[in-house]
């Protein structure tokens, strides 16, 4: 009696979703066939949530195992050959791998059997046209995504953060709009930017907050566990970079351009032009900036020498006590003219703290909110560089014939049209409404945990410190002098009366 076949099952799918090829349905179908074969299972392979067309048989985690190990069986069987591997390549490594280990592959449900001939020469076609039907998937897949990002609408994949799909109100499909979780901490990643804050100090802020990264907030919205995920640089700085802040399309780090040639415009800026600009220059400043010591200083960028120069902190160790000091860069150096000494790094930003607070403290804490304007010189100026390379092109011949002819004069119209409509629109700027939160800068001073948050807040109320180790002057920002002023005057009104004239109030000095 010939030895019976030694059979290893192989069962793959990519999801768990789909019932008729479910394992439990293709391990019915192999063990038929088995009995069929008069042969036995020795094992079972069961690669669960595995794309055939991404990872070899060879990396599959309980394929490879049993591939590691061929003197276990004598014939892999599978249920259909699009469920075993997708890629020609892939199932000619098998069947090289099969013949130098005298292995034998078939099919449950096909007549494939490299036992046999004609079983070997079915096998290849088959693979051939599983490898050409797949091919004809991804080519469909992404023909249809490309025309989703082409006509502003959203096909699926990462979502820009402060944005979120919505199902499209005028048509099928799916559309981005403004996300009211994230939007909010989108203006304030970019407000703190351009305010000369650091990513780090963001960064750390964001985390000390709780405030969920991108990617855990997805998951929450989508219904998934987040993991606590942290902010980083990398992922911040991705964020600031992309031109997703203006609404407009992007695949690979690109624009994506309508048939006219302009960019397409897939959802409502986040942002408008004039703070994009802004935005890339204080990027690009803090791109060649190099940070200085391991920890921060509460007053860098804050405190300043009489001299115009901004304070850095300098430690040295003595006898096991480290000095930690504030230092003019100029100080000394020749040419410069400036003498300032070092001052106390703890004495100066206790003194900082204690002004900033007594004269500013009893202040509600506002939020800037953005009241988009409207300046359509950036698309104006897209517009008429789209019709000089028409026009170039034409020149060059590219639409000689009747039919280019046409199609010239049709985009050559659109953009004219387009570019008119936009020169008729009145320009009007961004302009900024403060919110009242219900919190004074003092109560919102102590709920700021680290050094860098407190330095963030400093950064973005405007205040500067000039400072010398005998006196230190704050200088407010306009819009701040003038609420102080009418904190003021309401206070007289409250004890002595209405006031005639109340002066605005001066910056703070305070000397030692």
């Known amino acids: 009696m010939p030895p019976t076949e030694r059979i290893l099952g192989s069962i793959r799918l990519s999801d768990f979703k789909d019932e008729t090829t479910s394992p439990e349905r293709q391990e019915e179908i192999i063990t038929a066939a088995t009995t069929a074969r008069s042969g036995r299972i020795v094992g079972w392979a069961r690669d669960i949530d595995v794309s055939a067309s991404k990872v070899h048989p060879f990396d599959r985690p309980e394929l490879g195992a049993w591939l590691k190990e061929p003197e276990r069986f004598d014939t892999l069987l599978f249920w259909k050959l699009d469920r075993f591997v997708r890629s020609v390549a892939d199932f000619h490594d098998m069947i090289k791998w099969c013949d130098e280990h005298g292995k034998n592959i078939a099919s449950a449900t096909e007549p494939i059997d490299l036992s046999t001939d004609i079983g070997r020469a079915l096998a290849y076609l088959i693979a051939i046209f599983a490898g050409m039907e797949a091919k004809a998937i991804a080519d469909r897949v992404r023909?249809?995504?490309?025309?989703?990002?082409?006509?502003?609408?959203?096909?699926?994949?990462?979502?820009?953060?402060?944005?979120?799909?919505?199902?499209?109100?005028?048509?099928?499909?799916?559309?981005?709009?403004?996300?009211?979780?994230?939007?909010?901490?989108?203006?304030?990643?970019?407000?703190r930017i351009i305010a000369g804050e650091s990513m780090n100090s963001i960064c750390a802020d964001f985390n000390e907050r709780g405030i969920p990264t991108p990617r855990d907030h997805v998951a929450t919205r989508t219904g998934k566990q987040p993991k606590g995920r942290r902010w980083a640089t990398t992922g911040f700085g991705k964020i600031m970079r992309s031109r997703a802040l203006l609404g407009v399309a992007e695949y690979d780090g690109n624009l994506v351009r309508d048939d006219t040639g302009l960019p397409v415009q897939r959802a409502k800026p986040l942002i408008s032009r004039g703070q994009w600009i802004e935005l890339q220059a204080a990027m690009e400043k803090l791109a060649v900036t190099k940070t200085r010591s391991s920890s921060t200083s509460l007053l860098l960028q804050v405190a300043f020498c009489p001299c115009g120069k901004p304070y850095y902190r300098q430690e040295y160790t003595k006898k096991g006590n480290t000095y930690s000091y504030y230092f003019c860069p100029d100080s000394g150096r020749q040419g410069t003219g400036c003498t300032a000494k070092t001052i106390r790094r703890v004495w100066l930003d206790e003194l900082v703290e204690g002004m900033f607070l007594a004269e500013v403290g009893d202040?509600?804490?506002?939020?800037?909110?953005?009241?988009?304007?409207?300046?359509?010189?950036?698309?104006?100026?897209?517009?008429?560089?789209?019709?000089?390379?028409?026009?170039?092109?034409?020149?060059?011949?590219?639409?000689?014939?009747?039919?280019?002819?046409?199609?010239?004069?049709?985009?050559?119209?659109?953009?004219?049209?387009?570019?008119?409509?936009?020169?008729?629109?009145?320009?009007?700027?961004?302009?900024?409404?403060?919110?009242?939160?219900?919190?004074?800068?003092?109560?919102?001073?102590?709920?700021?945990?680290?050094?860098?948050?407190?330095?963030?807040?400093?950064?973005?109320?405007?205040?500067?410190?000039i400072a010398t180790p005998d006196a230190v002057t704050m200088e407010l920002p306009e819009d701040l002098r003038e609420r102080v002023k009418q904190h003021t005057m309401r206070l007289g009104e409250m004890t002595n009366g209405p006031q005639d004239d109340v002066p605005g109030a001066p910056a703070a000095v305070v000397s030692r």
């Open 363 to 465: 202040l509600e804490v506002l939020e800037k909110h953005l009241v988009p304007g409207l300046d359509n010189s950036k698309e104006l100026a897209d517009i008429e560089q789209a019709l000089e390379e028409l026009e170039d092109d034409r020149a060059a011949g590219l639409y000689s014939n009747a039919r280019g002819t046409e199609r010239f004069r049709a985009m050559h119209a659109k953009l004219s049209a387009r570019y008119d409509a936009l020169a008729a629109q009145p320009q009007l700027p961004d302009r900024w409404e403060p919110v009242p939160t219900g919190r004074t800068m003092r109560e919102h001073w102590f709920t700021l945990g680290t050094v860098e948050a407190r330095r963030g807040f400093l950064l973005q109320a405007g205040v500067r410190f």
């Open 143 to 191: 023909g249809s995504h490309d025309y989703l990002r082409r006509h502003g609408r959203w096909g699926g994949g990462s979502i820009p953060y402060g944005l979120m799909p919505v199902q499209n109100p005028d048509g099928a499909g799916w559309v981005l709009v403004h996300d009211p979780d994230t939007k909010p901490i989108v203006t304030e990643m970019v407000d």
